[in-house]
């Protein structure tokens, strides 16, 4: 996982969480991420979180929001998870589940530049 401890506590957690994506997850994934030329893995363990989507060669983690994620709680939580994860020399894309369902070109736009400017040279065509 390109340097980055996996952790295997976290491993069946991460199994579970694959089979009940949700929509708007679901949508990012089949729709984009999936057939994306750099290979993206879902839910996968970092530390001691599990990250929605990951891409270890632009060191790019693509999160999608529900609900819960707005709430005071939430927000505390997301705000110490970004931090660790920027530790690691990683970049944190959030998107709300509003913005897949109402915007998803944009959404898919904005992860392609993103790992396009994080992976400088890489020749990324898309079929």
Same mark, same amino acid.
């Given at each position: 996982?390109?340097?980055?401890?996996? !952790?295997?506590?976290?491993?069946? +957690?991460? $199994?579970? /969480? +694959?089979?009940?994506?949700?929509?708007? %997850?679901?949508?990012?994934?089949?729709?984009?991420? #999936?057939?994306?030329? /750099? #290979?993206?893995?879902?839910?996968?363990?970092?530390? !001691?979180?599990?990250?929605?989507?990951?891409?270890? &060669?632009?060191?790019?983690?693509? %999160?999608? !929001? =529900?609900? %819960?994620?707005?709430? @005071?709680? =939430?927000? &505390?939580?997301?705000? &110490? +998870?970004?931090?660790?994860?920027?530790?690691?020399?990683?970049?944190?894309? &959030?998107?709300?589940?509003?913005?897949?369902? $109402?915007?998803? @070109?944009?959404?898919? $736009?904005?992860? @392609?530049?993103?790992? +396009?400017?994080?992976?400088? =040279? /890489? !020749? /990324?065509?898309? %079929?």
């Amino acid at each position: 996982m390109s340097g980055l401890a996996y !952790n295997t506590e976290l491993q069946e +957690r991460a $199994r579970s /969480l +694959r089979g009940s994506m949700t929509p708007q %997850e679901c949508q990012l994934w089949f729709q984009f991420l #999936r057939s994306y030329p /750099l #290979r993206f893995r879902r839910q996968r363990p970092i530390g !001691n979180y599990i990250v929605d989507f990951y891409c270890a &060669r632009a060191k790019l983690v693509v %999160e999608v !929001n =529900g609900y %819960e994620h707005f709430t @005071d709680k =939430g927000r &505390r939580y997301d705000v &110490r +998870r970004k931090e660790f994860l920027e530790s690691l020399g990683l970049k944190v894309l &959030r998107f709300s589940d509003g913005d897949i369902e $109402r915007d998803f @070109d944009r959404v898919c $736009r904005c992860i @392609d530049a993103e790992t +396009r400017a994080r992976c400088p =040279g /890489l !020749n /990324l065509k898309r %079929e």
